[in-house]
């Protein structure tokens, strides 16, 4: 079993940064992939941003130069450097685990899910 919690969400003017971590316990390593998935009200949940088990990141064309993704060496703690922020980045901010060493971008593939952290952009 592996636990998610995810924090560094907040508001921010347009232009600004956010970083946001997603700490987890539990049968977790550097191994598994993990992503941030964005979900607005009313909208589906979307992919961010993904690393797999060898570290090499991929990201939405919408994060693409301005978000990075990163984690620390144990695999425990996921990183998104949120720069440049617009208001349609506006969403609650979910950290995801799967048990797997390759990353997807569909929702579906991961199967643990952290409680989201809150990320309100204003123009």
């Known amino acids: 079993q592996v636990h998610l919690v995810e924090s560094g969400g907040g508001s921010v003017q347009a232009g600004g940064s956010l970083r946001l971590s997603c700490v987890a316990s539990g049968s977790i390593d550097s191994g598994q992939a993990m992503a941030w998935f964005s979900q607005a009200p009313g909208k589906e949940r979307e992919y961010v941003a993904t690393?797999?088990?060898?570290?090499?990141?991929s990201y939405s064309y919408s994060a693409q130069g301005r978000f990075t993704i990163s984690r620390n060496n144990a695999g425990r703690v996921l990183y998104l450097q949120m720069n440049n922020l617009e208001p349609r980045d506006t969403a609650m901010y979910y950290c995801?685990?799967?048990?797997?060493?390759?990353?997807?971008?569909?929702?579906?593939?991961?199967?643990?899910w952290g409680k989201g952290t809150q990320v309100t952009v204003s123009s």
């Open positions: 995801a685990a799967r048990t797997m060493r390759l990353a997807y971008y569909s929702a579906d593939e991961y199967d643990y």
């Open positions: 690393i797999d088990g060898d570290g090499d990141a």
